[in-house]
Every structure is written in C-alpha cells, then in structure tokens.
C-alpha cells in the first residue's frame, strides 16, 4: 500500500503540469467580457465620433457633435437606439453602460425660421423687404434702399422706434432669436458751416458792397467798387490786409474763404490827365462862334452846331480841320477826342434844292393793311403810325425798326422822325408776355394725390398719416375722399406730406404736416383738415415744395413760407418762416414752383428766375452757388412756365420749345445723357410743347396736340420700370390736359377724367388696391 501511493504521486503532478501549460494558452476564465459603442450622424454629414469599448459593467461618456458633423436645417439633440429617432434615448454627455455591442444614431430635430422686417420710422420711400432666416442664422442688414427723411440721414436700424433699443448698422451681421421689427434710425443732418465775407472801404467813401455768406467750400465772386470811391485814386480789387500786404483779390475773381474774412480796397493812386482845347472858326460865316472846349487827355467832346454861325447861300455842314475842308469831316453833335490842342473849322456847302423823301412801312412777318407810306420835304418830321390794320400770332407789335432783324434804330409808334433819305421801317414784334399759369386742377405729392372736379368739389386719396389728405382723419386713403363740402375750388399744389389749395373767391387754404411752419398758418402743428392762410390777401397761384410753399398774389407780388436753410424762400435769409413773407418788392410774378430745396418763377416780362440750393446746377446760372434770393437765369425773356423737381429743373418757352437743367443722373433731364448741366439745355427739336412737371427721378409732359410724354426713372406709364434718356410717348390718347409727376404721376384728359400710374405703397393711385401699375389706369 505504501508503495502504491509513492508510486501514484508523480503521475498526478505530470498531469497536472500538462494542465497548466494547456491553461497557459487559453482566455483567463475569469477576464470580464467587452462591448464596442459606435455612432452613426445618421444623415448628416461629416465625421462620425470614433467607438468607444470597455468591459461590461463600464459606462463611457455620450459625445456632442463637436462641429464634427451636421444636418442642414436641423440642430443636434442626442443618441438614440433606433435610426428613426426612436427607441431609447440618450442627451450628449450622459453615461451609458452597454450591455452588449451597441450603435447610437444621431437624433434631429428641425430647426424654425425667424422673420426680420424694417420699419420705415418716419422716413417715405419705399422700405427694404422683410428677411426670413434660420434659428440661428445670421442675416446682413440692408442699408436705407428707397427711404429718406428731410432733415435726417439715415443711421442704420434700431430694435425700438425710439432708438434706446441696440443699434444694428446697414451691412451688419445679424442673427435674429425671434420674428423682430427693425426701425430706421434717423439722425439729424449736420449743419453747413457759413462763412462771410466782409468789404471795407479802406479810406474810400460811399457804399460798401454789401457782405456775402456762403457755404463752406463754395466759391463767392468778389465784388467791384459798387458805391465807393476816393478822391485821387482808382479802385483796383481787394486785398485781405487794410495796408495791402496781403493777397490781392480782383474784382469779378473767385473767392472760397476758409473761415469768416474782411477785404480792404485797394486804391492805386490816380495819374494826373493831360488837357487839350478844341477851338471853332468861322470860316467865313457870320454871327457868334461857339465856345471853345476844353477836355481831358482821353475823353471825348460832343461838338457842337453852327450856333449862332451862318453864311448866306451856304448851309452848315459841321466841322472840318482843315479851313480848306480837305482834312476830316466831323459832323455837329459828333463825339470827338482830341489828341492835342486844335483849331476847327465851320465847313459849308452850298445849299441844295429841297429833297423829298418817303417812308414805306413793312409788316415784317406781320400779316393785314400795313400803314400806307408817307412822303415829306427834307428836314420835315413826321409822327410814326402804329400797327394800323398789322397783327401777328403770339407777339406783340413793339414800334418800328430800321432793320427787318431789329438790329437798327428803334422807332416807337407816334413818335416824331426826321427822315435823311427815302427809308423803310419795319414793324418790331415782340413776343407776348406769359399770362398767369392757371392753377392745377390735378396734384401728384410725395404719395398723396388730389383733383378738383368741374362742379368745384375738391378730392384727395393716399397716404395720410401727416394729414396730407385733409378729411379731418390720419387714415390712408386707397380711393378718392372729398375734403369738406365747399364747392368753389380753383387750384391745387401738393408737396411731399402737405397740401395747399385756391379757392375762386381768391382765399388760400392749406393743411397736413406743419414742420417748420410750411402750412404758413403762423404754427407748426400739422392740421389734418383745410385751414385758411393769409386772411384779406388775395391769392392768384400757389405751389407747394417738399417742406416749403410758395405762392403769387393777384397783385403780382411773391410770398413763401416754411423751411429756408438753403434759402429756397427767397427772403435773402436762412430763416425758417412760419407766415406769409413778400419776397422783394416786384409786383410783376406770373407763376412759381417749389422743388425739394430751391425755388424758380416766371415774370410778366418772360424773364426766368430761380433761389435756393444749386447742387447739380438746379438753379440754371451756370454755377453751383447756392442763392438766398432771385437771380435771372440767363438772357431769354419768352418763359412761359417753369417746374422744379428734387434735383432738376425743366420749363416750356412761348415758342413751344422744351428746357431743362439740374441733375442728369437716370436721363432725367431728358437730353438723351446722364450728365448734370448748369445752365438751360433744349431738349430735342420739337415746339410743341404745353406743360411740363419735374419729379425726383423723372418728368412728364404734354404736347399742344394733346400726347403725353415722359422720361426718367420709374414706372414711366410703358411698362415695368424702366429708364428713358429722352422723351419717349406714353399711350396713343391725344387728348391729355395736364400731368402731375410725383412718387407716382396723375393725369388729366381733355374730357376731365383723372388717370394714374406708377408706385401704389399707401393708395395714392385711388384705385382702390395698393397694386403698382404699370401704365395709366382710369380712376373713378
């Protein structure tokens, strides 16, 4: 038994052995087992997060996306064990503890969309279009498009009306966390700087001229001596020291002061003048012998007749110098200057028969019985006929002339001539002078319309919030309203947010925005109904501009009121004026038309003037000097009517012919360019033309044929917008009126009918919609 067991023990450790070493290569029996975790962005794109494995029992942590990958239109919310977002779900960063090889799917959830939308806050024009974005995109913020407001820029966009909201600038980026109303944020406009320029007499006397105030960066043109004047010496320009030192300035130069300055007059002393005596013989005649003369080196005499000279059988035939008439002739009354002293001599010719001459009278262009000719001994004066039986077309007869082209001596109607020799005279026409515009009876305003009708109602449509319509409310309007219940309207003029109108009893009413007193009623409260203005003065035409109005008297003279800072009133100042103010003293104004910033008239005499701003050359004067009183644009005096716009201005002669100045931009001028022009350019060939109106971007007109025509920029009435450089024709009807161009333009047809096209933002057109409309619509 004992050797059994010492015999089995080294089998049993063999065995054993051979057991371990099998165990050796095998898994430990007690390892845990491990579980793999990976994820899939289940339709996103980019780079999935790479698996996770640990042993069981273990958690692992839940990824985020980590701007590795993403949906479009979707923000990531999680895992879940289902790739229809369903099963169980799990938030990024949670602990998950698998329990066996797992794939996480992406989980989506669909983002919203915000709408940003901008408000015009007080400006006009049209607003830019509201912005719809994702939750979480961002937007870049548009700048002002179509909108203004006088007196303010545009600086950018607010989250309040108010501006105590954050300020968003125009091309800012912008991401909205909810549908947001932007407000246009206006910020006053900063006053020009005026610098003036005095004039000091310097040791002259008499009148200084007077001083001159301009912008900075503008050009003045100096003044000459006016009234002054200094015994001894001669005026020769300015300097800008009293003893000369400085830089000289000569009159009639250019000036741009830097800053508020005086100039002195310079004086040069004077030369001292030579003296020459002319004396006269008789040279055989008889009788007193006029004085001599004696006259500065330089300056002419008049010579004188025979005086108390005669010869008998000889007739005196002026003053020769030489006493045997071979030198010069000069002939009695004559200007003569001397070169030293001389002696001159009677001169007499033998006396000759008595002459006879005639004087024909030729209608030149005139049409009927001329006067019949008239034929008188020599020396005989006879008194000059009028027209007689003579008339001509769109003129009126002015005397007679020496010359057909009115280049000779003007001879007027009963006065006395004495002819030398047979001579024909020629009638003198001038052209009539312009009668007073009759006031519109249809109004295009900044988007706003109003129309009289024949029985004398007056009616008005449109934007209303400023009470520019005048039915008592702020309520726009998309279709006619009548304002009041009188029925003796004359005329009607509306401007950007007010309107002014005649009555037939001469009495001038106004109402809607009151800023800086444009209504003229001595406030500034806006009226939302018809107030009357200037009580006991008679009115005959009115105008209304953008913040300013203008109007003519029945007595000629000129009145204005309302914004003036850059002088468009025309009162010499920069003064707002909340009443009526007479501009000059003439009494001779036919028609005005207010524009954006400056102003333009007509005379009875046909003569143009124009004041305010001239950016662009608007005013017409051939420079861009801003005027703060009339100035006669050029030397034509045959202007019928006149129509100032925003930037340009255009106007009809009594020729028919068309002009037009300003601001070329957008063929607005109508020349077939797009470049500014300072002074009157014609427009075409036609002389055709009856009435014309100036808008911001473009201008309509009719014909004497009846056609409507219009340029520019805009809804011209042919179609979409569009741009024309030169007068394209507008329909086939040949029967319009009249036309009124403003943010949108109204027409009047021959039969009274009112027509309207272009923008429709607030109902201006009266068509009842706000659609915009392309060509002229019938409005009822």
């Keep these: 038994m004992r050797n059994r067991i010492i015999g089995f023990l080294p089998k049993s450790i063999a065995a054993l052995a051979a057991c371990a070493a099998v165990l050796a290569g095998c898994a430990d029996p007690t390892a845990l087992p491990r579980f793999t975790v990976s994820f899939n962005y289940n339709q996103g794109s980019g780079t999935a997060p790479p698996p996770q494995t640990v042993e069981a029992g273990s958690s692992i942590t839940l990824p985020g996306n980590a701007g590795l990958f993403s949906r479009t239109g979707y923000n990531f919310a999680g895992w879940a064990t289902n790739a229809d977002g369903t099963g169980t779900i799990h938030a990024a960063g949670s602990t998950y503890t698998p329990s066996a090889d797992r794939i996480m799917f992406a989980r989506w959830e669909a983002r919203g969309t915000f709408t940003v939308s901008f408000n015009a806050n007080g400006g006009t024009g049209q607003t830019p279009p509201a912005q719809t974005v994702e939750a979480g995109t961002a937007t870049t913020l548009p700048g002002a498009g179509g909108l203004s407001r006088t007196g303010f820029d545009f600086g950018g966009w607010n989250e309040r009306a108010d501006g105590t909201g954050a300020n968003r600038n125009a091309g800012a980026i912008f991401t909205p966390t909810r549908n947001i109303s932007l407000y246009a944020r206006w910020v006053p406009e900063a006053p020009t700087a005026r610098f003036t320029i005095t004039f000091d007499a310097n040791g002259g006397i008499g009148q200084a001229p007077p001083a001159q105030t301009v912008e900075a960066g503008t050009a003045a043109t100096l003044p000459g001596a006016g009234g002054l004047s200094r015994a001894g010496f001669a005026f020769s320009g300015w300097n800008e020291r009293a003893d000369g030192t400085g830089a000289n300035r000569n009159a009639g130069a250019a000036f741009t002061p830097t800053g508020d300055i005086s100039l002195y007059a310079r004086w040069v002393p004077e030369a001292p003048a030579a003296r020459f005596t002319i004396t006269f013989d008789a040279n055989g005649g008889t009788g007193q012998t006029p004085p001599a003369?004696?006259?500065?080196?330089?300056?002419?005499?008049?010579?004188?007749?025979?005086?108390?000279?005669?010869?008998?059988?000889?007739?005196?035939?002026?003053?020769?110098?030489?006493?045997?008439?071979?030198?010069?002739?000069?002939?009695?009354?004559?200007?003569?200057?001397?070169?030293?002293?001389?002696?001159?001599?009677?001169?007499?010719?033998?006396?000759?028969?008595?002459?006879?001459?005639?004087?024909?009278?030729?209608?030149?262009?005139?049409?009927?019985?001329?006067?019949?000719?008239?034929?008188?001994?020599?020396?005989?004066?006879?008194?000059?006929?009028?027209?007689?039986?003579?008339?001509?077309?769109?003129?009126?007869?002015?005397?007679?002339?020496?010359?057909?082209?009115?280049?000779?001596?003007?001879?007027?109607?009963?006065?006395?001539?004495?002819?030398?020799?047979?001579?024909?005279l020629y009638a003198q026409w001038v052209p009539e002078p312009p009668t007073a515009a009759p006031p519109m009876r249809v109004a295009s305003g900044g988007s706003h319309t109003v129309a009289l009708r024949t029985n004398g109602?007056?009616?008005?449509?449109?934007?209303?919030?400023?009470?520019?319509?005048?039915?008592?409310?702020?309520?726009?309007?998309?279709?006619?309203?009548?304002?009041?219940?009188?029925?003796?309207?004359?005329?009607?003029?509306?401007?950007?947010?007010?309107?002014?109108?005649?009555?037939?009893?001469?009495?001038?009413?106004?109402?809607?925005?009151?800023?800086?007193?444009?209504?003229?009623?001595?406030?500034?409260?806006?009226?939302?109904?018809?107030?009357?203005?200037?009580?006991?003065?008679?009115?005959?035409?009115?105008?209304?501009?953008?913040?300013?109005?203008?109007?003519?008297?029945?007595?000629?003279?000129?009145?204005?009121?309302?914004?003036?800072?850059?002088?468009?009133?025309?009162?010499?100042?920069?003064?707002?004026?909340?009443?009526?103010?007479?501009?000059?003293?003439?009494?001779?104004?036919?028609?005005?038309?207010?524009?954006?910033?400056?102003?333009?008239?007509?005379?009875?005499?046909?003569?143009?003037?124009a004041w305010g701003t001239n950016g662009h050359g608007r005013l017409g004067d051939g420079t861009t000097t801003s005027r703060h009183s009339p100035v006669r644009i050029g030397t034509a005096s045959n202007w019928d009517s006149v129509s100032a716009g925003n930037y340009h201005t255009v106007a009809v002669r009594s020729d028919g012919t068309l002009w037009a100045w300003g601001r070329g931009a957008h063929g607005m001028l109508g020349d077939g360019a797009t470049t500014d022009r300072h002074s009157p350019v014609r427009i075409g060939t036609a002389s055709n033309w009856d009435s014309v109106s100036a808008s911001r971007y473009h201008t309509v007109a009719v014909r004497t044929d009846g056609t409507l025509w219009a340029w520019g920029h805009g809804m011209l009435g042919n179609g979409p917008l569009t741009t024309q450089q030169s007068p394209m024709r507008i329909g086939t009807a040949s029967n319009w009126d009249s036309a009124s161009a403003g943010s949108h333009t109204v027409g009047m047809q021959r039969d009274g009918t009112v027509w309207t096209w272009g923008f429709n933002g607030h109902g201006q057109l009266g068509d009842g919609t706000t659609t915009q409309r392309t060509a002229p619509v019938r409005i009822d």
């Excluded at 009041?484 to 004359?490: H, I, Q």
């Design 457 to 609: 109602t007056l009616w008005a449509w449109g934007d209303n919030r400023q009470g520019q319509v005048g039915d008592g409310t702020t309520t726009s309007r998309h279709s006619p309203v009548q304002i009041g219940t009188a029925d003796n309207w004359a005329g009607v003029s509306a401007g950007s947010t007010h309107t002014v109108a005649l009555r037939t009893d001469g009495t001038l009413w106004a109402w809607g925005n009151n800023g800086s007193g444009r209504l003229g009623d001595g406030t500034t409260t806006s009226r939302q109904s018809p107030v009357q203005i200037g009580a006991g003065m008679d009115w005959a035409y009115v105008s209304a501009g953008s913040t300013h109005t203008v109007a003519v008297g029945t007595d000629g003279t000129l009145w204005a009121w309302g914004h003036n800072w850059q002088g468009q009133l025309g009162d010499g100042t920069t003064s707002h004026r909340h009443s009526p103010v007479q501009i000059g003293t003439a009494s001779d104004w036919v028609s005005v038309s207010a524009g954006w910033q400056h102003t333009v008239g007509v005379r009875a005499n046909g003569t143009l003037w």
């Design 293 to 424: 003369q004696t006259v500065e080196a330089g300056t002419a005499a008049t010579l004188p007749g025979a005086g108390g000279l005669s010869r008998a059988g000889f007739d005196f035939g002026g003053w020769n110098e030489r006493a045997d008439g071979t030198g010069a002739n000069r002939n009695a009354g004559a200007a003569f200057t001397p070169t030293g002293n001389i002696s001159l001599y009677a001169r007499w010719v033998p006396e000759a028969p008595t002459a006879r001459f005639t004087i024909t009278f030729d209608a030149n262009g005139g049409i009927g019985q001329a006067p019949p000719a008239q034929t008188v001994d020599d020396g005989t004066v006879v008194t000059l006929p009028g027209a007689g039986g003579l008339s001509r077309a769109g003129f009126d007869f002015g005397g007679w002339n020496e010359r057909a082209d009115g280049t000779g001596a003007n001879r007027d109607a009963g006065a006395a001539f004495t002819p030398t020799g047979d001579i024909s």
